[in-house]
């Protein structure tokens, strides 16, 4: 039998609720700040200054050594980008942003991918069935439903709009640390894995690329890069399995 994924508590819950709270606003400010010539680290400052104000902490910032409050990750970037000085961005670009917020010793992550001014309508549709992705797994977050029919409907939008799928990177448990058992995969394994329960808390995060699936690492040792250079989109929701429709506390409002 697969392992049984870890039930938070009422009040365990209530707290990821408040880190999730923190989370989606600190999106929206950065969200009002994205337009060309701002550099990826004035994003990073102002999630960050959101956040403490709000009385959370950055869960990323030293988690494995990492230097910074979110990912931000542009164009053929995929995930894990440093905010840096000197990158600006452009027209055009999208820029994926991942942030994870502490409240009170509790985690949430969420990512959004967001347009740069205007973009190429071929970009834009490549947004919008990611979203659609993540939308489609977490409505598998159905108390009885085995877990891999949350990677299965993933990969069904991946596969009904033929875009490149990365496989190395997925969702996972979160709550008490920023990333639990299980790891999700954004395809079908063919192993039904653990069935879900009220109580679970999982962070749901589909990769699609514009191209090809295939992604590799940079000299920096963090920003993972398709490897044909062609855009990539990331979206992620925290989300509570309940008794009816599953509760995705990092919605942005
Ligand atoms: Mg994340
Ligand atoms: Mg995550």
């Keep these: 039998m ?15 609720r408040s880190a999730a709270k923190i989370n989606a606003e600190a999106h929206l400010a950065v969200q009002a700040a994205i337009k060309p010539g701002i550099s990826t680290l004035e994003l990073d400052e102002i999630a960050e ?4 104000k709000a009385g959370g902490v950055p869960a990323f910032k030293g988690l494995y050594g990492f230097p910074a409050t979110l990912c931000v990750s542009v164009n053929e970037e995929v995930v894990h980008g440093i905010p840096r000085s000197d990158k600006i961005l452009q027209e055009g670009d999208v820029v994926s942003v991942d942030c994870g917020t502490i409240y009170k010793g509790l985690y949430s992550d969420s990512a959004v991918t967001w347009p740069v001014g205007s973009v190429k309508p071929e970009i ?16 598998k977050m159905l108390p009885g439903n085995p877990l891999d029919e949350i990677s299965g409907a993933i990969e069904d939008v991946c596969l009904k709009y033929g875009y490149g799928l990365v496989r190395n990177y997925g ?23 653990p069935t879900l329960e009220e109580g679970n808390v999982l962070a749901i995060e589909p990769m699609f690329n514009l191209g090809g699936d295939d992604v590799y690492t940079a000299e920096d040792e963090w920003t993972v890069l398709t490897k044909d250079h ?5 979206f992620e929701h925290t989300v509570v399995v309940v008794k009816g429709e599953p509760e995705i506390l990092t919605l942005l409002k």
């Design 49 to 52: 200054a959101h956040i403490r």
């Design 2 to 16: 697969p392992e049984r994924i870890d039930r938070k508590s009422r009040h365990e819950i209530s707290l990821i």
């Design 171 to 193: 969702g996972h448990g979160v709550g008490k640390k920023p990333h639990e058992a299980p790891f999700i995969h954004n395809f079908r394994t063919g192993e039904a894995g």
């Design 230 to 234: 062609l855009p990539s989109a990331h």
């Design 124 to 139: 834009l549709k490549l947004l919008a069935a990611t979203e659609e992705a993540l939308m489609a797994g977490i409505s």
